[in-house]
Nanobody, 115 residues
Framework: QVQLVESGGGLVQAGESLRLSCAAS????????MYWFRQAPGKQRDWVAT???????NYADSVKGRFTISRDNAKNTVYLQMNSLKPEDTAVYYC?????????WGKGTLVTVSS
């Protein structure tokens, strides 16, 4: 059974940092590309960042230069380091994986950035 569990969200002020974690189980983590998405209140879920099995990364323009995605294959965990947070980064953050032809989502972790 595939499980993705996000953690690390919270309430911070603009300019501060947070690190999100997503612990995966039930998959061969090291061979999978991992994704972070976010969904702001009343808006669609948007892609934030991707890290490939070999460590290649990509970011949405809105977070480039502020967010860093990384992975620890020994811990089956993907991280999202978020610096210089802005109120518009307020959202529920989800990790996602595509495994054996199916897409799996975690339940998300809420990040609230106050101005």
């Amino acid at each position: 059974q595939v499980q993705l569990v996000e953690s690390g969200g919270g309430l911070v002020q603009a300019g501060e940092s947070l690190r999100l974690s997503c612990a995966a189980s039930g998959i061969m983590f090291s061979i999978n590309t991992m994704y972070w998405f976010r969904q702001a209140p009343g808006k669609q879920r948007d892609w934030v960042a991707t890290i490939g099995s070999g460590g290649s990364v990509n970011y949405a323009d809105s977070v480039k230069g502020r967010f860093t995605i990384s992975r620890d294959n020994a811990k089956n965990t993907v991280y999202l380091q978020m610096n210089s947070l802005k109120p518009e980064d307020t959202a529920v953050y989800y990790c996602r994986v595509l495994s054996d032809g199916r897409i799996y989502w975690g339940k998300g972790t809420l990040v609230t950035v106050s101005s």
